[in-house]
């Protein structure tokens, strides 16, 4: 990565200082010396630094008088990070309900915010196709509130002093992060379809996209780890995996397969929305009766909406509150306060449907 001349280092410090209110609007800024002394520079940089700012109008050098911050200094910029492939799949409402609730937390706190697009089926592919920071925007970029594991960029954007927050799922996977905790997810699922009288039942889970995922970060290592800490025994769980794609392809045909079993289960468990819509196309398809035939219950996102005549018992993790609790804390990050909790789990709520009787 290209490190920042010093020029262009002061220019930031004084950017985002002004942008976090620490100087405002009419306020006259320290001297060039006072400036040179505290930042450890040259009073050459520090001038060149003042230059490059009051050319964006930030500030307002005045001869005799000092430089001030101008009296409509312009507004800070939060990038919200989100993945094109994500948006587009099969569970892309979620990702797009994310990005819409940013959008309005962010300029309801006096920011603006702008969309950042990348690609890429993993953190190191996505961080390397965002160019947000090879352009000018980046200059008054004082926050970034990603919708998944940025990856390396994370690292980057510590680098450039930007703090960064996402929201992730299962496990946290950087410094600051809200993570929907799929942990009890899996826990209240297995419950439930045991209260209900359904010992044994299949789990259906996404396989790894990549053999590379971060050991300890795969989806069944997570589910078997938490069923047995739960006392669940995995001997009447039958694990089903899905081929992993952006939008499961192989999801209808592998639960096909599936239900052609003879000692198939009675109840399934579905971990991802996305999978059970695939699904439930085979089940109407296949002529299975919900419940009588089979139980169902899947992980749903408040505000999905299943087209199926049986109402689906699901457990939910809702968008606006993942968005509400990684905006608060970035807010913090951006004023310099102290985040207490840098990791924050969302608890998952169940809405019982028709699906298991």
Known sequence: MKLLTKTAQVEQHIRKAILKGR????????????????????????????????????????????????????VGTVAILANIDSLASKVGYYYRNIVEFAKEHIKESGFRPVLSVGHGDTPEEFSSSIHLFDKSIARDTVGVLSSLDAGPLEQKLEKMGIPAVSIVAAKPTRKHCVVLDYKAMVVKGARLLREKGFSEFALFYNDAPVESIEEGLRIQEIIRKEL???????????????????????????FKRFWEQSNHPRAVFFIDDGTCEAALQAILELGIKVPQDLAIITQANTGRAFHFPVSLTRIEFDPKQAVRLAWQMLEKLISGRTVDEPVVYIPPSVREGESIG
């Open 23 to 74: 100087w405002t609007p009419g306020q006259k800024l320290p001297t060039e010396r006072e400036l040179q002394s505290k930042l450890g520079v040259s009073q050459r940089t520090v001038r060149e630094a003042l230059i490059r700012i009051s050319e964006d109008g930030l500030i307002e050098r005045k001869q005799g008088a000092g430089t001030f911050v101008a009296q409509k200094p312009k």
């Open 228 to 254: 047995i800490d739960a006392g669940i025994g995995l001997d009447n769980v039958q694990f089903v995996a899905v081929p992993w794609s952006r939008n499961l392809e192989q999801a209808y045909d592998t």
